[in-house]
């Protein structure tokens, strides 16, 4: 293979270890349109500066095509000695172009390359995972509208507490991945600087125009400070946060619909389409789908903790240490879009026991709260009329009965501003829908926080 592009001051070859060792390119070969696509801007850039000619520019930019067309067609060769893809990229031009590939390097260093390559990747991704999240909150969306009578019990402490409607459980959802949605475009902002141009670290001494570099390769900003750009990877952490915050969210949905799922809660069966049997017991079908996806979560979770230690107390400003960053980034924003797309395609195929999820509403005193409230609006102040209503939930216990169960006589006993009315008052349908106050499950408040979503939705920037 070809001599290394910085081997001048070295009078041994490097060990082969160390060239295992060091080689990043099994892992950034995946960069190389970005890696491309930025050497060509720069190559633009020299040329209208005048630090290269337009012929020189010419011939590199084609040079530069030819590569991107074999490495497409699977005719380039990788090979661990020449380190990462920029080198892979700058070696074979040579061979394509001869000396005049030597001029792409000048005013540029691999370390602004890389934060350039990386920042154009993120960019990428960040823009598909957006598009993901709203093909997500869509499903959503239209379960929501499609399941506006399915009322189930609404659960803290994983304890029975009070009926909700499916729909306004689901819309929780759609909240939690609109939260994620604006996180990732927000952190678009950080992502989309142009750190290219600061060369080593200190900038350069040819007159580049940074600007233009950036308007080509359409970025809205230049980095600022030179030393920050080769040093900065803030934007990737910034990314996995974010991406660890959906994949959470991806987890306590997954958790649900492992629980749910169950003989012990029968509220929901997952199609054969998405499910996988058992070898050796017949009768199983898994969740195994929800269950990788709350697996995963840890793994991006990892990547997170692996890029903010990797950059804990590095002095400024590019260290060897960053190449590390590849790895982890590239497999949780793999993992993330897998684990959207497959809920994207497995959550309308969900068939739903709305008859289990009734009947969960009508055990486990769900309408406690609710005969406390009856005897707030007949004039008990609250707090005795909980203590009232936990003394009939205590009698009840006894009597294996629930509240509503419980006679006209019986009722009366524990309070006189009890009547026949109480009954009615106390049915699913009646507590979910007084509850009216805003962002509260009755249908009404859930039907319009569907229509807001769907507008917003519209409107929505990618
Ligand atoms: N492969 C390196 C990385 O990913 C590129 C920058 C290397 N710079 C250097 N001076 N060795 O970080």
């Given at each position: 293979m070809s001599e290394k592009p910085?081997?001048?001051?070295?009078s041994q070859k490097t060990d082969k270890l160390v060239e295992a060792f060091t080689s990043s390119i099994q892992i950034d070969k995946r960069l190389y349109a970005y890696d491309i696509e930025g050497s060509m801007a720069h190559c633009k850039m020299l040329a209208k500066s005048g630090i290269i000619t337009g012929d020189d520019a010419s011939s590199l930019i084609s040079g530069l095509e030819k590569i991107k067309t074999e490495i497409e067609a699977d005719q380039f060769r990788f090979d661990d000695?020449?380190?990462d893809i920029h080198m892979h990229i700058e070696d074979r031009l040579f061979q394509i172009?001869?000396?005049?590939?030597?001029?792409?390097?000048t005013a540029r260093s691999r370390n602004d390359q890389v934060a350039l390559d990386i920042r154009m990747y993120l960019r990428t991704e960040t823009l598909i995972i957006t598009s993901h999240l709203a093909e997500l909150r869509k499903v959503f969306l239209a379960l929501a509208k499609k399941y506006m009578d399915v009322t189930l019990p609404g659960y803290t402490h994983l304890q029975r507490a009070q009926p909700v409607l499916l729909s306004h459980h689901l819309m929780a959802y759609y909240e939690m991945f609109s939260r994620d949605a604006d996180r990732f475009r927000d952190t678009l902002k950080r992502i989309n600087v142009m750190p290219l141009g600061s060369a080593a670290l200190a900038g350069t001494t040819y007159p580049i125009d940074r600007h233009y570099t950036a308007e080509l390769l359409g970025f809205p900003r230049v980095s600022v400070n030179s030393i920050d750009s080769v040093s900065d990877r803030d934007f990737i952490i910034e990314f996995l946060s974010s991406a660890s915050l959906c994949m959470m969210h991806l987890s306590r949905i997954s958790e649900e619909l492992i629980l749910w799922s169950s003989s012990e809660f029968a509220f929901i069966e997952l199609s054969d389409a998405f499910s996988t049997g058992s070898s050796i017991m017949p009768q199983k079908k898994n969740p195994d789908v929800p269950e990788l996806t709350r697996g995963k979560t840890g793994s991006v979770f990892g990547s997170l903790i692996s890029l903010l230690t990797m950059m804990?107390?590095?002095?400024?400003?590019?260290?060897?240490?960053?190449?590390?960053?590849k790895k982890p980034l590239f497999e949780a924003a793999d993992t993330l879009k897998a684990c959207i797309e497959i809920y994207i395609n497995m959550l309308p195929t969900i068939t739903i026991n709305s008859e289990s999820m009734r009947q969960a509403t009508?055990?486990?005193?769900?309408?406690a709260t609710d005969m406390a409230d009856y005897l707030v609006t007949r004039g008990m102040p609250f707090r005795e009329a909980h203590s009232c209503v936990g003394k009939m939930v205590s009698y009840a216990l006894d009597k294996k009965k629930e509240l509503h169960e419980l006679g006209i006589e019986e009722l009366q006993s524990f309070?006189?501003?009890?009547?026949?009315?109480i009954f009615d008052f106390l049915t699913t349908e009646q507590m979910i829908s007084r509850r009216?106050?805003?962002?509260?499950?009755a249908a009404e408040n859930v039907m319009a926080a569907i229509e807001e979503a769907e507008k917003s939705l519209d409107k929505e920037d990618p």
């Open positions: 910085w081997d001048g001051r070295f000695s020449l380190e172009t001869g000396t005049v590939a030597r001029k792409l390097h804990k107390s590095l002095p400024l400003s590019y260290n060897r240490d960053m190449q590390e960053d009508s055990a486990g005193f769900l309408n309070s006189s501003l009890i009547e026949e009315e009216k106050s805003f962002g509260g499950t």
